[in-house]
């Protein structure tokens, strides 16, 4: 498959450790992870849906709110694509206790929050965006998986498209069989042509081979990488660094995603928005 071009125009991660881009790229190039300390605000969201919502989901939108504000775009004009390995497991961990003890108690508001793609369906009722949105995973993979169908529909609809990922930890006695760990939400906005908020140049191809993950670099984002969308972890470090990069996010046994970075000026600004 020949190489496919496109742009960075905005990007975003959130951990408790890590609560925004500019501490997370201290931290991934090189830098220790701080002791966890945030929760993230949820602002968008009134106060009543901002009580009930899950933590997932709140991360959800403090990246994709992050990512589209440095993109300099209308958070309700932007196609999305929500992606995650197993949505919110202390939701389902509640859901199976609940049906398993007193399955009358069972709550409505806990049901909506366990289906996949209840992040993406906040998203629209808070940012106003009636643009199709799709939520997507692949187990260990779906990180890449995500960029996959976000690059797709950006070049095929010719338009900018709103990546996020999030993950949150196992609880209960879904930890004992699930190894995800902690919280971590990314975001990306992707782009057909360069614009003034463009911060890199990617050109991206699937290999019908299979290739290892890349090995972390920063004890910051190994301390993150048993999260399940830890597959993220290698772009953001690369980001981080600001240098040209070649990375192979596996996308499965026999195939992965190959990814050339490389870092543009935009608008007098580093590639990071610094």
Do not use: K
């Not at 501490?23 to 009543?48: H, K, S």
């Amino acid at each position: 498959m020949s190489s496919l071009a496109l742009y960075l125009d905005g990007l975003a991660l959130w951990a408790p450790a890590l609560p925004g881009w500019q501490a997370a790229r201290e931290a991934l190039r090189g830098g220790t992870l701080p002791a966890p300390a945030a929760r993230p605000a949820g602002a968008l969201l009134g106060a009543n849906e901002r009580r009930r919502a899950p933590e997932s989901v709140l991360v959800a939108l403090e990246v994709a709110q992050a990512a589209v504000a440095e993109a300099g775009l209308a958070a309700d004009a932007v196609p999305s694509v929500f992606s995650s390995t197993h949505g919110d497991l202390a939701v389902v961990d509640a859901l199976c206790r609940t049906l398993a003890t007193d399955p009358l108690l069972l709550s409505p508001t806990r049901f909506h929050h366990s289906v996949h793609n209840a992040a993406s369906g906040y998203w629209a009722i808070a940012s106003g965006c009636r643009r199709p949105s799709s939520a997507v995973a692949e187990f260990g993979h779906a990180f890449a998986a995500g960029w996959l169908e976000a690059a797709t529909q950006c070049l095929a609809d010719t338009t900018p498209v709103l990546l996020v990922g999030v993950d949150s930890a196992a609880c209960g006695p879904l930890a004992s069989v699930n190894g995800s760990r902690g919280l971590l939400g990314v975001a990306l906005v992707l782009a057909p042509q360069p614009g003034p908020a463009s911060r890199w140049r990617v050109e991206g191809r699937l290999v019908p081979e299979a290739a290892p993950a890349p090995a972390l670099r920063s004890a910051a984002a190994a301390a993150l990488a048993a999260n399940a969308m830890g597959d993220a972890l290698p772009l953001f470090e690369a980001l981080a660094r600001e240098l040209p990069a070649r990375l192979a996010l596996p996308l499965g046994p026999r195939l992965h995603l190959a990814l050339a970075l490389e870092p543009r000026a935009a608008s007098g600004l580093s590639p990071a928005g610094a």
